[in-house]
């Protein structure tokens, strides 16, 4: 019989883990201007579906599916290690989703051999709606907010960076203005001196009709982030980007590259 060395636990599922999308529910509601152009909203429109409806998805339990045959049958169908992009076409604390988060941390808290990453633009609605082994189970789990431009910072930051939560992560995404966060910095600390904040990332506006984003906001997000300590990712130009005075109209699949090409990045 194979010997285990004390606390190490045997590793019956040797698949490699996945980086996936979960939708568990789709459909929202526009919360601010950053939700003008909604990538999701242009999606079901062009099909004549109303993207407002928020409803669970086939996919509501995509976390603990099991293989029923083959090599692996009774494992979970996404391996330890996984991570998932969490509730990308619809809002997790949407409040037309209540009667099926607890549903959904269960599936969490189940699969704490992964992690979950999640974005809101509704961080008055997190305290609420955390579960109540919240601070003993659910390290696996990053809540992220948005906020697109200056007013939105000073809205939903407060707020957010009181929560009691295990990494604060900041999208400044589509980004619209620039957006100063040394107050916020300097406000909301840990006990060993350090921002509450950890990370932030920034990118321009993608899709018919995006609105300008200008570089220097972006380099001035980043300087922000050196001055601070905190890690910083330039996700994507979007694709009308203002730089040195000029306009640049770039192409979808250039932006993710060209933003990378920049060397703002911060790990």
């Known amino acids: 019989m194979k010997q285990l060395s004390l606390f190490q636990e045997e590793n019956t599922d040797p698949r490699r883990p996945v980086t996936t999308g979960w939708n568990l529910w789709h459909g929202c509601?526009?919360?601010?201007?950053?939700?003008?152009?909604?990538?999701?909203?242009?999606?079901?429109?062009?099909?004549?579906?109303?993207?407002?409806?928020?409803?669970?998805?086939?996919?509501?339990?995509?976390?603990?599916?099991?293989?029923?045959?083959?090599?692996?049958?009774?494992?979970?169908?996404?391996?330890?290690?996984?991570?998932?992009?969490?509730?990308?076409?619809?809002?997790?604390?949407?409040?037309?989703?209540?009667?099926?988060?607890?549903?959904?941390?269960?599936?969490?808290?189940?699969?704490?051999?992964?992690?979950?990453?999640?974005?809101?633009?509704?961080?008055?609605?997190?305290?609420?709606h955390l579960p109540s082994d919240w601070r003993n189970a659910f390290g696996h789990v990053t809540i992220a907010v948005t906020c697109e431009d200056q007013a939105m910072a000073d809205k939903r930051l407060p707020v957010y960076l009181s929560l009691p939560l295990f990494n604060h992560s900041v999208m400044v995404e589509p980004m619209l203005s620039a957006v100063n966060l040394r107050p916020f910095l300097e406000k909301y600390r840990r006990d060993d001196g350090s921002p509450v904040l950890t990370h932030v990332s920034a990118g321009g506006e993608s899709g018919p009709g995006a609105r300008v984003c200008d570089y220097a906001w972006v380099e001035d997000l980043h300087s922000q982030c050196v001055e601070y300590g905190l890690s910083f990712y330039y996700h994507q130009t979007g694709a009308r980007l203002i730089k040195d005075g000029k306009l640049f109209n770039i192409p979808r699949p250039l932006q993710h590259a060209q933003a990378h090409k920049a060397g703002l990045d911060i790990s």
Request: with cysteine; hydrophobic share 35%; charged share 35%.
């Open 29 to 128: 509601t526009k919360a601010s201007a950053g939700c003008l152009h909604c990538y999701m909203y242009r999606r079901d429109e062009a099909i004549g579906k109303d993207p407002s409806v928020v409803a669970k998805t086939d996919s509501f339990d995509l976390p603990v599916k099991v293989l029923k045959a083959g090599k692996y049958k009774g494992l979970y169908r996404i391996p330890r290690g996984s991570h998932f992009y969490t509730c990308f076409s619809s809002d997790f604390f949407h409040k037309d989703a209540d009667e099926w988060r607890e549903e959904a941390w269960d599936m969490m808290r189940e699969r704490s051999d992964c992690t979950f990453f999640m974005i809101t633009k509704r961080p008055e609605r997190i305290a609420e």
